[in-house]
């Protein structure tokens, strides 16, 4: 299958910091990615969609101004934490499809707060 | 959003066969019914999608019922690689991946 990368697979940041993640389509060009959040024994929930060169869309109840997608090629798409809190602390996992594909995940970042 | 319903946990012995179900009573011709799994600390992976035959991949099989409101992945010979949380999805086109609970499989050597 697609390979989808992100990075880093792990990071830990000072409280009130900003973190930066990269998620990578590697094979295909990603006209639409996704991100998502997972908490420790929870299910995946998505924050945002985003297409090539269009502001993302925010899923309810998900705060625009702190996590900050930018999706400003086909293979690449970031997503920034800002002044991040230990409630922050989760898993974020990135997802890319190109039109009338599956979509295609990366291995996920593991976000630790202190 | 039609919903899918997947017990919680399943468990099963290597190298046995796995019928993981879901039930999907609200589903809509146009819904693709999708299965995904996550094994422990990674990022879901695509397993198979079907409409309304049956399907076949290296991983998986897909039954789907003649009436759509249900279907199984079959598992043909359980690993220990196997062990993850299987997740049933309907998706219309191009539509986002919402997640459920999904089924947690344990596979016992």
């Known amino acids: 299958g697609a390979v989808v990368s992100q990075h880093p697979s792990w990071v830990i940041c000072k409280s009130g910091t900003s973190v930066k993640i990269e998620c990578r389509s590697l094979d295909f060009q990603a006209t639409t990615m996704f991100w998502y959040r997972q908490f420790p024994k929870q299910s995946l929930m998505l924050m945002a969609t985003s297409n090539e060169g269009s502001k993302a869309t925010y899923e309810q109840g998900v705060e625009k101004d702190k996590f900050l997608i930018n999706h400003a090629s086909l293979t690449l798409s970031t997503l920034t934490v800002t002044s991040a809190h230990p409630e922050d602390s989760s898993f974020y996992i990135c997802?890319?499809?190109?039109?009338?594909?599956?979509?295609?995940f990366g291995q996920g970042t593991r976000l630790t707060v202190v | 959003d039609a919903k899918t319903t997947q017990p919680n946990s399943m468990e099963s012995n290597e190298e046995e066969p796995v019928h993981l179900p879901c039930n999907h009573s609200t589903i809509s011709g146009t819904d693709y019914i999708h299965w995904y799994r996550q094994l422990p600390s990674q990022g879901p992976e695509y397993v198979i999608h079907g409409l309304t035959s049956n399907v076949n991949n290296r991983m998986a099989s897909l039954a789907i019922a003649e009436d759509r409101k249900s279907s199984t992945l079959i598992l043909h010979r359980a690993t220990l690689r196997d062990a993850a949380v299987y997740y049933c999805?309907?998706?219309?086109?191009?539509?986002?991946?919402?997640f459920g609970q999904g089924t947690r499989l344990t596979i016992n050597p």
């Open positions: 997802s890319a499809r190109d039109v009338d594909t599956e979509a295609f």
């Open positions: 999805i309907l998706r219309k086109g191009a539509q986002k991946l919402v």
